[in-house]
């Protein structure tokens, strides 16, 4: 299930200015936006909610030391018209 979902996910994104991370045995895909802002990765995450009705979440909440490297991840374990609705407004950014 997780393949079919994360290869349909990464496909859909190829038009985006993500940078998408290799992932196996994961519903998650990594993401860097670093060539797109400049942003923390918190701040970053709540504007995509608020901008543009995509939720992400940042890495850093996931260290120790909060090491901000600009990256998020996405979840894709969602049904196919929320991927493409989702993919659809990321490849805007």
Do not use: H, W
């Not at 299930?1 to 940078?19: A, C």
């Not at 045995?25 to 802002?37: D, H, L, M, P, V």
């Not at 890495?59 to 989702?86: H, M, P, W, Y």
């Amino acid at each position: 299930f997780y393949k079919i979902k994360r290869d349909f996910f990464r496909e859909k994104m190829k038009s985006s200015r993500f940078e998408l991370f290799p992932c196996d045995g994961t519903y998650f895909q990594i993401a860097s936006y670093k060539s797109i802002s400049s942003e923390g990765d918190l701040d970053f995450s709540k504007r995509l909610i608020k901008e543009f009705g995509v939720a992400a979440i940042p890495l850093s909440v996931f260290n120790g030391n909060q090491d901000d490297q600009k990256l998020i991840r996405f979840c894709f374990a969602k049904d196919e018209q929320t991927l493409i609705s989702a993919t659809d407004r990321l490849c805007k950014i």
